[in-house]
C-alpha cells in the first residue's frame, strides 16, 4: 500500500501560468481533500470530494479547481498562477468525511 | 477567531522529561478531536484520537474537557525522536472536514 502519493514534488512557476497537482489513494477511502499550508497559518482547506462524483470549496478556493477523476485520484488546478500561492500543497483522503485524514508527502510550489 | 488555537511554542525540553501542550476549540459543537504529528518538511500523520474519557498509548496521553473546550497531550519520558510539531485537530457537528490548529513545536534535547 503506497497510501496516499502526490505528484511533483517540487515545482516552480511563473506568474501566469497554468499546472496540475495529482493526487491518487489506493486505500479506497471515499473523501479527498486539499489542503495549503503556510507559515503561521496551518492548513487550510482549498477543495474537497465527499465522494466520487462531487466536489465542494473550502475556506480558500479562490485560483484552484479540482477534479475527481474517480474514486482514487483528485487533481488540482491552478489556472493562472499567483505568487500569493507559492505554498506547500497537501493531498488527503479519508474513509468517510470528518473521519481521521491521511495525507501525501506533499507539493512545494514557488510561483515567480 | 480561530476554529482551533494552540501555544506555537517552542517547547524546548531535555529527554526524559514530561511535557504537555494545550489546544482550545471555539466551538462547543465539536465532536471529534485528533493530535496529529508533523515532521519538519513532512506531512501530518495522525498521532492519537482523543476520546471524552481520555486516552493512552504508551507514553502519549490525550485528555478532552469539554466544559472548558480545551485538549490536551501529555508526553512522558520524552525521546529525540518526539522533536516535532504537534498539531491539534477538531470536526465540529455537521462540518465536512477537520480544522486544524496551527501547531506547537516541541524540541527534545540530549
Known amino acids: 500500500n503506497a497510501g496516499v502519493t502526490q505528484t511533483p514534488k517540487f515545482q516552480v512557476l511563473k506568474t501566469g501560468q497554468s499546472m496540475t497537482l495529482q493526487c491518487a489513494q489506493d486505500?479506497?477511502?471515499?473523501?479527498m481533500y486539499w489542503y495549503r499550508q503556510d507559515p503561521g497559518m496551518g492548513l487550510r482547506l482549498i477543495y474537497y470530494?465527499?465522494?466520487?462524483?462531487?466536489?465542494d470549496k473550502g475556506e480558500v478556493p479562490n485560483g484552484y479547481n479540482v477534479s475527481r477523476l474517480n474514486k482514487r485520484e483528485f487533481s488540482l488546478r491552478l489556472e493562472s498562477a499567483a505568487p500569493s500561492q507559492t505554498s506547500v500543497y497537501f493531498c488527503?483522503?479519508?474513509?468517510?468525511?470528518?473521519?481521521?485524514?491521511?495525507f501525501g508527502p506533499g507539493t512545494r510550489l514557488t510561483v515567480l | 477567531r480561530k476554529e482551533v488555537e494552540q501555544d506555537p511554542g517552542p517547547f524546548n525540553v531535555p529527554e526524559g522529561a514530561t511535557v504537555a501542550f494545550n489546544c482550545t476549540y471555539s466551538?462547543?459543537?465539536?465532536?471529534?478531536f485528533f493530535w496529529y504529528r508533523q515532521d519538519c518538511r513532512k506531512e501530518p500523520k495522525l498521532l492519537m484520537s482523543?476520546?471524552?474519557s481520555g486516552n493512552e498509548d504508551g507514553r502519549f496521553t490525550a485528555q478532552l474537557n469539554r466544559a472548558s473546550q480545551y485538549i490536551s497531550l501529555l508526553i512522558r519520558d520524552s525521546k529525540l525522536s518526539d522533536s516535532a510539531t504537534y498539531l491539534c485537530?477538531?470536526?465540529?457537528?455537521?462540518?465536512?472536514?477537520?480544522?486544524f490548529g496551527t501547531g506547537t513545536r516541541l524540541t527534545v534535547i540530549p
Open positions: 482523543v476520546y471524552s
Open positions: 485537530v477538531v470536526r465540529q457537528t455537521g462540518a465536512n472536514n477537520l480544522f
Open positions: 466551538n462547543s459543537a465539536s465532536q471529534s
Open positions: 486505500m479506497n477511502h471515499n473523501s
Open positions: 488527503a483522503s479519508s474513509e468517510w468525511q470528518g473521519s481521521m485524514e491521511y
Open positions: 470530494s465527499a465522494s466520487e462524483g462531487t466536489t
